[in-house]
């Protein structure tokens, strides 16, 4: 989730979704129910070249109109199989007149009422030499692409009017913010839900943010590595016999709903990484964020403290947030250049695989493969490949992530911690160091109560607390994506036949009832994990204006009550520190230009200091911005 912010930090543009009043009602359903969840490749340009002997004006259209609407609304591959073939419902004449449920996607009624805008593209090539209609059909095309794209810039205006509106009725919706916080959120929080979106046009927009050069002086080594699915997945059959009778036996990572989907996947497959490091000279401090405008920040900026003490043998290992469906390393590059330069810790992050192309369990196995490629670049499961790095320690090793991927890394423990444990009890892969977790999403319910409290502060989209409906007319929930994939748009009728319940139940009532059963799997939500002890120092980080603030501090509850009061906790060290800052809103960490962010990194370099020595410190004075909770043995 955390992933939205990169563009307002990044570019100064504002990715995402936000409620669509610009246009008329007809313009609802004729022209901008147009996208699907499938990514953009050149090949979807393939068919834009004129057949020969075409209509006089058929050149212009297809070489011009055609990738004109293609690149706002990115499609289906040339390579895939069309979407006319799958079980979907017929197009509806208005989205008053729907069938009945059981033939209705659960949470996307109007999701095709059209061809997409790539598919008119290319079938107006193809019989551009027989009719001229094909040029009225790809003009028409166009037209509304960019009537979206003109709808987007009058929202803008309208999104800029209602926050000044709501800044002269009311002011600043909280005490610490001036007009400047107040506009931002304001902006982010409007554009979520912004119906004109689809995952490929934010995945587009996200490509473009990420463009940005990470901070000075820091060096960026991408790699990439082949895992052998197979191989890998060893660690997970031989701890089959230790969840036996437990809670982890109950949950497969393989759920039913997506085994024919990983059967066909392919054994072996690519993933990508990126090594971050700082190389600033000892004799230059290190460089504040400036080029933000000053009136965005809390307050001024204050002299930056001397360079930290470069620790090449810690490795923080981070995982990207985006809801599991958008993201990638290059688009954090700005975020994990700060964190390399403030802990003096080398960086390595990982581009694991992303819903709805590949659903659960490929992120989880991804940051897996990743997490065993850094302590173990030797492993049979990458063979074949050349070692760009020597072995880590794990006990040098933090796992960090930030929203989603603070979720992952959470979820990566348990996996570690409950999955893959030899049959007499004895890790098969040991834990990392320690772990830090900036606003995670660890509660896939929706249930805790401050989705509701700071849903009209916090940026995220508040109606996403509602896992059985869509965040906008183009984008399903996550979670479903996440559960069935690309079948997520797919009739209630089918998704039921997936379940071995299909024939017992309704079918609506058997998807609501499967999503809901994996919410609660300890791998997806790892709030609902059997056991926590035994895993390392732990620091989370919140703001208490963010939606997701009560499951950061249910989560450090629960560590503290299965860590640092158990009888055996002398023996592994743990501890927890659970950090909640004034007034600050989801992923703040990555909000440079604010002070709290500043902070929120010092206590990150703090930790890793701790880890570094074995044992924690006293915990640092509470602070006006921060109000810190350690539970520590002994302190």
């Known amino acids: 989730m955390g992933s939205w912010i990169w563009g307002f930090e990044c570019t100064g543009y504002i990715k995402g979704r936000s409620a669509f009043h610009t246009l008329p009602p007809e313009f609802h359903t004729s022209s901008f129910h147009t996208c699907s969840f499938h990514t953009c490749t050149p090949a979807s340009f393939s068919h834009l070249h004129p057949p020969v002997n075409t209509h006089p004006h058929s050149h212009l259209m297809t070489t011009v109109l055609g990738p004109l609407a293609s690149a706002w609304c990115p499609e289906y591959p040339t390579d895939d199989h069309d979407w006319q073939d799958l079980d979907i419902p017929p197009p509806y004449e208005s989205i008053h007149a729907q069938p009945s449920d059981s033939d209705v996607p659960p949470f996307c009624t109007d999701l095709r009422t059209r061809k997409s805008s790539t598919d008119l593209v290319r079938s107006a090539a193809a019989a551009a030499a027989n009719s001229s209609s094909s040029s009225a059909h790809l003009l028409t095309t166009a037209i509304h692409e960019m009537l979206v794209m003109a709808s987007f810039g009058a929202h803008q205006v309208r999104t800029v009017a209602t926050g000044i509106?709501?800044?002269?009725?009311?002011?600043?919706?909280?005490?610490?913010?001036?007009?400047?916080?107040?506009?931002?959120?304001?902006?982010?929080?409007?554009?979520?839900?912004?119906?004109?979106?689809?995952?490929?046009?934010?995945?587009?927009?996200?490509?473009?943010?990420?463009?940005?050069?990470?901070?000075?002086?820091?060096?960026?080594?991408?790699?990439?590595?082949?895992?052998?699915?197979?191989?890998?997945?060893?660690?997970?059959?031989?701890?089959?016999?230790?969840r036996q009778g437990k809670k982890a036996?109950?949950?497969?990572?393989?759920?039913?709903?997506?085994?024919?989907?990983?059967?066909?996947?392919?054994?072996?497959?690519?993933?990508?990484?990126?090594?971050?490091?700082?190389?600033?000279?000892?004799?230059?401090?290190?460089?504040?964020?400036?080029?933000?405008?000053?009136?965005?920040?809390?307050?001024?900026?204050?002299?930056?403290?001397?360079?930290?003490?470069?620790?090449?043998?810690?490795?923080?290992?981070?995982?990207h947030g985006g809801a599991y469906i958008v993201g990638s390393p290059r688009l954090y590059r700005l975020f994990t250049g700060r964190i390399a330069k403030e802990t003096g810790a080398r960086v390595f992050a990982v581009q694991y695989r992303l819903a709805p192309e590949h659903p659960f369990p490929a992120a989880l196995h991804d940051a897996f493969a990743g997490y065993l490629y850094l302590t173990q670049p030797h492993?049979?499961?990458?063979?074949?490949?050349?070692?760009?790095?020597?072995?880590?320690?794990?006990?040098?090793?933090?796992?960090?992530?930030?929203?989603?991927?603070?979720?992952?890394?959470?979820?990566?423990l348990n996996y570690l911690n409950l999955y893959l444990r030899t049959p007499t009890g004895a890790h098969q892969v040991p834990l990392p160091g320690g772990s830090v977790l900036l606003?995670?999403?660890?509660?896939?319910?929706?249930?805790?109560?401050?989705?509701?409290?700071?849903?009209?502060?916090?940026?995220?989209?508040?109606?996403?607390?509602?896992?059985?409906?869509?965040?906008?007319?183009?984008?399903?929930?996550?979670?479903?994506?996440?559960?069935?994939?690309?079948?997520?748009?797919?009739?209630?009728?089918?998704?039921?036949?997936?379940?071995?319940?299909?024939?017992?139940?309704?079918?609506?009532?058997?998807?609501?009832?499967?999503?809901?059963?994996?919410?609660?799997?300890?791998?997806?939500?790892?709030?609902?994990?059997?056991?926590?002890?035994?895993?390392?120092?732990?620091?989370?980080?919140?703001?208490?204006?963010?939606?997701?603030?009560?499951?950061?501090?249910?989560?450090?509850?629960?560590?503290?009550?299965?860590?640092?009061?158990?009888?055996?906790?002398?023996?592994?060290?743990s501890w927890v520190r659970h950090e909640l800052y004034k007034d600050m809103v989801h992923v703040f960490q990555a909000m440079s230009w604010l002070e709290s962010s500043q902070v929120a990194l010092e206590n990150v370099r703090r930790f890793v200091w701790e880890v570094e020595s074995g044992g924690p410190m006293p915990p640092p004075p509470d602070q006006d911005m921060c109000v810190v909770d350690s539970h520590v043995p002994g302190i």
């Not at 990439?224 to 997970?236: A, G, H, I, T």
């Not at 504040?288 to 001024?300: D, E």
């Not at 499961?381 to 929203?403: C, R």
């Not at 929706?446 to 508040?462: C, E, I, V």
């Open 249 to 319: 036996g109950q949950y497969p990572t393989v759920p039913p709903e997506t085994a024919a989907h990983w059967k066909d996947l392919v054994r072996e497959y690519e993933l990508e990484g990126e090594w971050l490091e700082d190389q600033t000279p000892s004799s230059i401090e290190p460089i504040k964020s400036s080029w933000w405008p000053s009136w965005l920040a809390q307050s001024p900026p204050q002299t930056p403290p001397s360079p930290p003490k470069r620790r090449p043998q810690k490795v923080i290992y981070y995982l």
């Open 439 to 573: 606003s995670p999403w660890v509660d896939l319910t929706f249930t805790s109560h401050s989705w509701r409290s700071n849903a009209q502060y916090d940026w995220l989209p508040a109606n996403a607390r509602d896992i059985h409906s869509p965040v906008s007319d183009h984008v399903p929930h996550p979670v479903y994506m996440y559960l069935y994939g690309q079948d997520c748009s797919r009739p209630v009728s089918y998704l039921s036949s997936l379940s071995s319940e299909s024939a017992k139940h309704d079918p609506t009532h058997v998807v609501r009832d499967t999503a809901e059963r994996f919410v609660r799997h300890p791998l997806v939500s790892p709030i609902f994990a059997e056991d926590l002890h035994g895993l390392p120092p732990m620091l989370i980080q919140a703001g208490d204006a963010e939606v997701l603030r009560d499951e950061s501090l249910a989560l450090a509850y629960k560590y503290d009550t299965q860590n640092t009061g158990h009888p055996n906790n002398q023996s592994h060290k």
């Open 379 to 412: 492993h049979p499961a990458f063979a074949g490949l050349a070692v760009t790095h020597d072995p880590v320690d794990p006990k040098d090793v933090i796992i960090m992530g930030d929203s989603a991927g603070g979720g992952l890394a959470m979820a990566l």
């Open 165 to 242: 509106y709501d800044l002269a009725k009311v002011g600043a919706a909280r005490p610490s913010w001036n007009y400047g916080m107040h506009m931002g959120l304001h902006f982010i929080r409007s554009n979520l839900i912004f119906q004109g979106t689809s995952i490929p046009r934010v995945r587009l927009l996200s490509k473009a943010a990420g463009a940005s050069r990470p901070p000075p002086h820091v060096k960026v080594t991408e790699v990439s590595f082949r895992v052998d699915r197979d191989v890998l997945l060893r660690f997970e059959a031989l701890g089959h016999a230790w």
